[in-house]
């Protein structure tokens, strides 16, 4: 009975230790060459934890404001979502926002504008928004292959893997943001 014990919590704490590791690994996500599919679940692993850090948000905890100069955290996911669908016009392409897409480059600024627009609709609704700019991220990125991902980005001082290495960057920035004000209510 003991040698049962022993085997049944030696057995859990294996897998327990198998899962930890495997967790902590980087792998291409499968349909995209290496690099990118290296940046694809990188971005996919902060999109999870992001969200997963938000999703249970009331009303009045998603339009929270820590300052007078802080952003909610609503109009963060929006701005994430914003930063993102940037990078898709600017790196496929090779443009910004337009003068019909004023709510995208209002949210890519924030400061007291965003504040001011970006309040009173649930965690959800900004979710939706950036689970849209993702799959849309996702389908492009999938259309390239590594060659593309080296390669400069057309009128500019960076390449197309520079340009999704700091979307990245930015949404571990926010999440480290998001995560003080979650503390702070």
């Not at 993702?134 to 893997?161: C, G, I, P, Q």
Request: hydrophobic share 40%; aromatic share 12%.
């Amino acid at each position: 009975m003991k040698h049962i014990k022993y085997s049944t919590i030696f057995l859990f704490l294996t897998l327990l230790c198998n899962f930890s590791l495997n967790a902590q690994k980087i792998k291409s996500s499968k349909g995209y060459d290496t690099q990118i599919g290296n940046v694809v679940s990188m971005l996919e692993d902060l999109k999870g934890r992001i969200t997963r850090s938000v999703a249970n948000l009331s009303q009045e905890e998603t339009d929270f404001l820590l300052d007078e100069n802080a952003n909610r955290i609503g109009a963060m996911i929006y701005h994430l979502a914003a930063t993102e669908k940037y990078y898709q016009l600017y790196t496929f392409e090779n443009r910004g926002f337009d003068a019909s897409e004023s709510e995208w480059a209002k949210a890519l600024s924030l400061g007291e504008n965003g504040r001011k627009a970006f309040q009173n609709k649930p965690i959800q609704y900004y979710l939706d928004i950036w689970d849209t700019v993702r799959k849309e991220t996702l389908r492009l990125l999938k259309t390239k292959n590594d060659a593309w991902f080296v390669a400069d980005v057309a009128n500019s001082n960076m390449n197309n893997h520079w340009a999704w290495y700091h979307v990245m960057e930015h949404q571990a920035n926010h999440m480290g943001q998001i995560r003080l004000i979650i503390k702070r209510f």
